[in-house]
């Protein structure tokens, strides 16, 4: 209704406004963050819709992370009552394994075609490696995966590499023989996905014209951040009546390092665009401190396209900055504060928790577990690469896809089924030389292998009438990882996790089923469908997904979120800035390492709306060794009138964590009703025995010695009872 559509648009102001109802015409919306880039891109998808000048069927919307196409999916069905499966909404991956799940016999795949994580991919590697006798010291499996992917993500196929002398060449000729070996076994990597799809199109015309009549509206969220082959798929997509509604913010750009381009917005500009460029300035996300603080950052600058952003919120609180003696301290620090924010009314999962490097989040998370805080680490060690959970899923490959020899190695002999090095060499040989796949060779040969094989099909045939959360239930038991992990000590969090698998498919069928109605495309079948999810999927659903908890991430993953309070910890020298971004290279090549270092903490203080801590240690276990860290050269480049220095507490963490005699022990636990020695239940690690105590009243924790493994909990969050 006309009604509706001016409500959808009062809430914009007017350069928004202009944006969102542009005429059927490409335009680059250049603004920075907080300005509601996001918002205007979804608006308008809703708008277009609404007026009925495309149906949901011809949009094709592009995003950074499956959390970002979530919330996006989530948005538009608030405010369009339709179903939102015929709308291509998702990341440049998911789009690509959705084009060739829909095409993959015109993309020469097989249906059911496996995707390879990074991991998988390095596995691959290196077995592809070792059966070409490729010394891996002079090519280092990790680099050969980088020259593969770098080629990939340029477009360039192994033929096309530039090979200029022997040791090149030679990686040429493993990047084409791994390529080979993808094709025979059936499995795409993740740049392959992009590639594939892309090549998919260029090559076939009828198919691209197909989708080039379709998508009327393409759109793009974050586009500074996309690489040659993304901008060139998107081109494709793109036909005579088709626009690009792309969006970006220069300032914002933190992906070169893997290929993104912030060239592609002046080809686009050039390209699409022609000159309509929308600039949107005024900021509705941060209070004033905290966006004067990430303007005079970015200032410092030399290579950016100009913004100016404000707001209209007042100036609020101050950018809090402490300086903890070391990474622990800074960590329960850190523990104070969320627990005190949460006691004034903040949701654990409005906070953020950001770090430069995946490796600082254990010392935080290890604070945390113990004080009883929740947290939900988001890109660190997903859910879906934990060992058992891949063992898991090597299994469901081989029920549906038995050629993917990868799947095959890791679990033909786990659990142990006494299958040697020695068999799978000979296995592996007779497999060459007939040119199959070492599941038809373990097939047509005999004894444990052969048993293997057989164990497999009755799997197969077990499972093929059970639903999918029923079925992955009855491979964990029946290939024997579940004995397996019950027989090991330390199995317990890992047969958890097998659990989680069972409930992960369970909200899978759950949400596809919702949406696999609606769905006018052949579709795979409800595992393959599963399997692909879980290689793409960035672990949203990990465990105890929908209770409150605090929010841990990398900054370069907070891209286009935003919390209440964000905490930015380590911001040290060689940490935050990155070392590798100021050693590199010299001149220019630093500048645009350290300005690159520089784009991702303005991205980092941008989360923030109302209340903003920066803290660094003086000293911090990092990779096993002690390092002394000065502070950060981005807390110097703040304006002091927005920061607040906090002062020390009067008792530092380290002088109270130092391991204590057991008198102070009993005296610290006097006040708390439990002593040394006695026996507690906890709800989820059962009974122990109270060996420790330190701190006292609302602080008092308790060191528990449970069945698998000693804990310190804090009494006021971790519900134990007497025993
Ligand atoms: P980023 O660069 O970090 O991705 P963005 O430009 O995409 O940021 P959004 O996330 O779309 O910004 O918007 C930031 C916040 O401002 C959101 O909470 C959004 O709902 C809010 N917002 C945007 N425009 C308006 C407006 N006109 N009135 C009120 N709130 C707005
Ligand atoms: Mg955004």
Known sequence: SPDGHQRLLDSLNPEQRAAVTLPHESALILAGAGSGKTRV????????????????????????????????????????????????????????????????REAGLPQSFQILDASDQLSAIKRLMKAMNVDTEKYEPKKVQWFINGHKEAGRRARDAEAYDEYSMRLAEIYEAYDAQCQREGVADFPELLLRSYELLYRNEPLRQHYQDRFRHI???????????????????????????????????????????????????????????????????????ILTAANTLIAQNAHRLGKNLWTAAGEGEPIRVFEA????????????????????????????????SNAQSRVLEHALFSAGVAYRVYGGLRFFERQEVKH???????????????????????????????????????????????????????????????????????????????AIGHVVEASGLADYYRADKDGADRLENLNELVNAAALFAEESAAEASASDEPAPSELDRFLAHAALEAGEHQAEAGRDALQLMT?????????????????EESLFPHEQSTLQGSGTHADEGLEE????????????????????????????????????????????QVLLHLNRRATPAHVREAPAPSPRAARAGEDTGYRVGQSVAHARFGTGIIIDFEGRGPDARVQVKFRDGTKWLALAYAKLSPA
């Open 41 to 104: 891109l979804t608006t308008r998808i809703v708008w277009l819709v609404q007026t009925g000048q495309v149906s949901p069927h011809g949009i094709l919307a592009v995003t950074f992370t499956n959390k970002a196409a979530k919330e996006m999916l989530t948005r538009i069905s608030a405010m369009l009552p339709i179903n939102t499966r015929g709308m291509w909404v998702g990341t440049f991956h998911g789009l690509a394994n959705r084009l060739l799940r829909t095409h993959w």
């Open 219 to 289: 759109l793009v969220d974050e586009f500074q951040d996309t690489n040659t082959l993304q901008y060139r798929w998107l081109k494709l997509f793109a036909g005579a009546h088709s626009v690009i509604f792309a969006v970006g913010d220069d300032d914002q750009s933190i992906y070169a390092f893997r290929g993104a381009d912030t060239a592609n917005m002046a080809a686009f500009e050039r390209e699409f665009a022609h000159g309509n460029v929308i600039k949107l300035e005024q900021n509705y996300r941060s209070h004033g401190n």
């Open 325 to 356: 003696y070391s990474d622990q301290d800074e960590a329960s620090f850190v523990v104070d504060e969320v627990r005190n924010l949460n006691r004034e009314g903040i949701a654990y999962a409005d906070m953020a928790l950001l770090y430069r």
């Open 392 to 470: 898991a899923l090597a299994y469901l490959r081989l029920l549906t896809h038995p050629e993917d020899d990868g799947a095959f190695l890791r679990v033909v002999n786990f659990p142990t089924r006494g299958i040697g090095a020695r068999t799978l060499e000979q296995l592996s040989e007779t497999a060459a030389r007939a040119g199959t796949s070492l599941w038809q060779a373990a097939c047509t040969s005999g004894g444990k292998v052969a048993a293997f094989a057989r164990l497999i099909e009755d799997i197969k045939r077990a499972t093929a009438d059970l639903p999918l959360p029923e």
């Open 555 to 571: 900054v370069h993953a907070a891209k286009g979120l935003e919390f209440e309070a964000v905490f930015i910890t380590g911001l």
């Open 597 to 640: 270092e520089r784009r991702l903490m303005y991205v980092a203080i941008t989360r923030a709306r109302r209340r903003l801590y920066l803290s660094h240690a003086q000293s911090r276990m990092l990779h096993g060794q002690v390092r002394y860290g000065i502070a950060s050269r981005f807390l110097s480049e703040l304006p002091e």
